[in-house]
């Protein structure tokens, strides 16, 4: 099972509002990931987590806040977005390391109204 | 930054047609990836190549790992309409280093 699931599929949020983004996966991996993409670009990296510590932010606005509870689940809290920040949020997961074979959810296609 | 030239940009052939593109670096690579992207989804991963010159088939798709380590290549034989959508190259230095996405393929395919 190469599965990692993101709730919700869709989000619409205005500038002002608190929400979150949720992924899980029970891979046993050890490493997770928040991409962003926008329409007909590769995703970007945005951050990185292993063993449940964040070892990489791609030097992301402080209005993204991520957060690791355990070693399954990985959130990502929003807050005081711009319309810019309207994207697809990819969550992935690996094995140890920074990136070995990646494998993606779904995503969450966020519109900041 | 580190890029990766993916070429080409966009294709659109005919159902049955076999497809070929590729993934360039400046730089030495010791992993290649191929994901393929559909509209509204996410990334899944098709191949996954970790030596110089191996080569690496999944169904009608095949992969190599340029023997210079600078490159890679994906094959699609036998296109069906199914075949539509992103297809993205993905490289990585090191076993800690993150991976480097190329700009994607867009495969289209003729009715």
């Known amino acids: 099972d190469t599965e990692v699931t993101q709730t919700p599929k869709h989000l619409v949020m205005g500038m002002t509002n608190k929400k979150s983004l949720k992924c899980e996966q029970h891979?046993?991996?050890?490493?997770m990931y928040w991409y962003k993409q926008k329409a007909k670009k590769p995703p970007e990296l945005m951050f990185v987590?292993?063993?449940?510590?964040?070892?990489i932010n791609e030097s992301v606005p402080s209005r993204f806040s991520p957060e690791c509870p355990n070693s399954s689940l990985l959130n990502l809290h929003l807050h005081a977005l711009q319309p810019e920040d309207s994207a697809l949020y990819l969550c992935?997961?690996?094995?140890?390391?920074?990136?070995?074979?990646?494998?993606f959810g779904p995503g969450t296609r966020l519109t900041v109204t | 930054g580190q890029q990766l030239n993916q070429s080409p940009q966009s294709m659109f052939i005919q159902e049955g047609e076999d497809v070929s593109m590729n993934c360039t670096s400046s730089?030495?690579?010791?992993?290649w990836l191929w994901y393929k992207q559909e509209p509204g989804e996410g990334p899944v991963l098709l191949i996954a190549?970790?030596?110089?010159?191996e080569l690496t088939s999944n169904g009608r798709l095949t992969a190599q790992f340029g023997i210079t380590r600078k490159d890679s290549f994906l094959n699609i034989s036998a296109s069906i309409p199914s075949d539509v959508g992103i297809y993205f190259c993905?490289?990585?230095?090191?076993?800690?280093?993150?991976?480097?996405f190329g700009k994607g393929t867009r495969l289209h395919i003729l009715p």
């Open positions: 891979m046993g991996h050890r490493a």
């Open positions: 993905a490289g990585q230095k090191g076993w800690d280093d993150k991976i480097i």
């Open positions: 730089s030495i690579f010791n992993t």
């Open positions: 190549l970790y030596k110089a010159g």
């Open positions: 987590y292993s063993y449940e510590k964040l070892s």
């Open positions: 992935a997961s690996s094995h140890t390391g920074t990136a070995y074979e990646q494998y």
